[in-house]
């Protein structure tokens, strides 16, 4: 775990200016450290992905309901009129 | 689980208002520029879900950013409809992401997406409301039931590790994606 928040202070630039200068550093000299950042780096990228397509189906979810359920019938009339 | 429940809704109120507030405009806007509904409702998307990211950690002030949610609309629209002739929605993977850029291709970060996202939601959930929605550990804490900011985080650290073993053994072949 230490390891894991030693990266991710250092790929989210949250850790002291000073700790960024020691953790590049000790990238110099430690080929297996790189491949440890690269690793978390694609983690993150694969969670942001995981939270865009969660969030793309909540927005689909609203827009089923702003255009079949009865309540919304006024704003899906004006608007698809804008489209006739 | 309370958290996705709580957000989901949160997220439901925050998204039926932004529709009822600026989805007419941008529709308004499209459909005078030669465009369906569809490519309305992509392009309205796409800007909320920009949006969404880029005030996430602000939090969302919906009142001030109705006019900033409109001009990433019609960014949105000039740039792709320039470049295509039609509305090209944004993929999962974009280049707004500010962690990192993406080396896979996109067939297989999706199916490593699709394996966690049936092998661990949980974990994948909660990893989801600290980097992607950027909740604080306190706020997670509570919404996941944990007893505190320590438990909590200890949690987050054990899902990451997951997710990177399964990037680590991205070796594995198809099958063991779709089985």
């Known amino acids: 775990m230490i390891k894991l928040q030693e990266i991710e202070r250092f790929i989210l630039r949250t850790g002291q200016p000073g700790d960024d200068l020691v953790f590049q550093?000790?990238?110099?000299?430690?080929?297996?450290?790189?491949?440890?950042?690269?690793?978390q780096k694609e983690a993150y990228a694969l969670i942001n992905q995981y939270g865009r397509r969660k969030l793309k189906a909540e927005l689909e979810a609203v827009h089923q309901d702003m255009f079949t359920q009865p309540k919304h019938q006024r704003f899906r009339q004006m608007i698809m009129a804008l489209f006739k | 689980m309370a958290v996705h429940t709580t957000s989901t809704e949160t997220n439901r109120q925050l998204f039926t208002q932004l529709y009822q507030s600026v989805f007419p405009?941008?529709?308004?806007?499209?459909?005078?520029?030669?465009?369906?509904?569809?490519?309305?409702?992509?392009?309205?998307?796409?800007?909320?879900?920009?949006?969404?990211?880029?005030?996430?950690?602000?939090?969302?002030?919906?009142?001030?950013?109705?006019?900033?949610?409109?001009?990433?609309?019609?960014?949105?629209?000039?740039?792709s409809y320039q470049a295509n002739q039609r509305y090209v929605p944004l993929d999962e993977i974009s280049q707004s992401f500010s962690?990192?850029?993406?080396?896979?291709?996109?067939?297989?970060?999706?199916?490593?997406?699709?394996?966690?996202?049936?092998?661990?939601?949980?974990c994948m959930d909660l990893l989801k409301s600290f980097y992607y929605d950027k909740q604080s550990m306190g706020e997670i804490a509570e919404s996941f039931g944990f007893s505190g900011e320590r438990s909590a985080?200890?949690?987050k650290f054990k899902c990451l590790e997951k997710v990177r073993e399964t990037v680590k053994s991205k070796s594995l072949t198809y099958e063991d994606f779709v089985d």
Do not use: C
């Open chain 1, 25 to 39: 550093a000790r990238m110099i000299v430690d080929k297996d450290l790189i491949n440890e950042v690269s690793l």
């Open chain 2, 25 to 79: 405009a941008v529709a308004k806007y499209i459909s005078r520029r030669g465009g369906s509904l569809d490519e309305a409702k992509d392009v309205f998307q796409d800007a909320v879900v920009i949006w969404y990211e880029k005030t996430a950690s602000a939090g969302h002030q919906l009142q001030n950013d109705k006019a900033y949610l409109m001009g990433i609309a019609k960014h949105l629209w000039i740039k």
């Open chain 2, 99 to 122: 962690l990192t850029e993406i080396t896979d291709s996109q067939p297989l970060s999706t199916m490593l997406l699709n394996y966690l996202e049936t092998a661990g939601q949980k």
């Open chain 2, 153 to 155: 985080t200890v949690q």
